[in-house]
């Protein structure tokens, strides 16, 4: 595990070295969720990678895991110096997919990654892609719109992380937990976010997608994968059942042997 210095931020990145003597492929880039982080991937990222042959790359978003936290979270939205503080931004995603991820990828010397992305970090894959060379794009419960289901479920974890014990389950991988749930929370369920779309965006993929989505999902429905308007060769959509939000916790073989496969016939 290493600090980097990426846009201005410190931010935790973990390298996995794939194994001695593999053929050279395209790096895994993995992209975590709006509550996760590098250690709540736990060993699925060394799974995949030790399935398919490559190296993989993981970091924990600015306020997130052992990154540096963002000032004034709940303050007013500023930038200074370039980097931004305060509450989060609607276009928060295209920041990151569009600002600090190329940064990153710079930084660890990836081009042309695979990315794989989950929830938030599956939108900020997609967004990625739409604009800059990757080999493919796998997402997992992406966000292409602002669905009811979205911020009813967002609601009830505001009401656990306060009143439950969401709080102390998640401060076991975050430094600032406050920051991390709050960044996440409020820009979520904040009125100027329900216009958030980006199916426009998505037109502009040029790479093969792979697309996962929990049947009993409770952030979002299947509209959140038909939604991504590419010819039928160039993404493959799987839903899975029985399986909520985290298709790689919940089905975690099917998950894998699935993108196994999908890069597998890449070539």
């Keep these: 595990m290493t600090e980097r210095l990426i846009a201005n931020s410190r931010l935790e990145v973990q390298h996995i070295a794939a194994d001695a003597g593999t053929v050279p492929r395209a790096p895994l880039v993995f992209l975590h969720e709006g509550l996760g982080s590098v250690a709540m991937w736990r060993d699925w990222p060394q799974t995949v990678c030790a399935r398919t042959g490559r190296e993989g790359w993981i970091y924990s978003r600015r306020g997130y895991g052992c990154s540096e936290p963002v000032p004034d979270v709940r303050g007013p939205a500023t930038v200074v110096g370039g980097v931004r503080g305060g509450r989060l931004l609607p276009d928060y995603m295209h920041h990151e997919a569009w600002t600090v991820l190329p940064h990153l990828l710079e930084d660890c010397r990836v081009r042309c990654p695979v990315l794989i992305g989950h929830s938030d970090g599956g ?13 493919a794009c796998i997402v997992m419960a992406p966000h292409i719109v602002v669905e009811d289901e979205s911020i009813r479920s967002i609601t009830q974890a505001r009401d656990a992380f306060e009143n439950g014990d969401l709080r102390d389950r998640l401060a076991r991988y975050h430094q ?7 960044q996440w929370n409020d820009i979520w369920l904040s009125p100027e976010f329900r216009a958030f ?49 985290s298709p790689h916790r919940d089905q975690t073989e099917q998950t894998t042997a699935l993108i196994t496969d999908f890069l597998s016939a890449l070539g």
Excluded: M, N
């Design 176 to 182: 600032d937990v406050d920051c991390a749930f709050w």
């Design 197 to 245: 779309d980006i199916r426009e965006d998505c037109r502009h993929i040029q790479a093969p997608v792979l697309a996962i989505q929990g049947a009993q999902d409770p952030y979002g429905s299947l509209a959140q994968i038909k939604g991504i308007d590419l010819p039928a060769q160039q993404i493959r959509r799987e839903v899975l059942a029985p399986c909520g939000h």
């Design 123 to 135: 939108t900020i894959a997609l967004l990625h892609a739409s604009r800059h060379p990757v080999t």
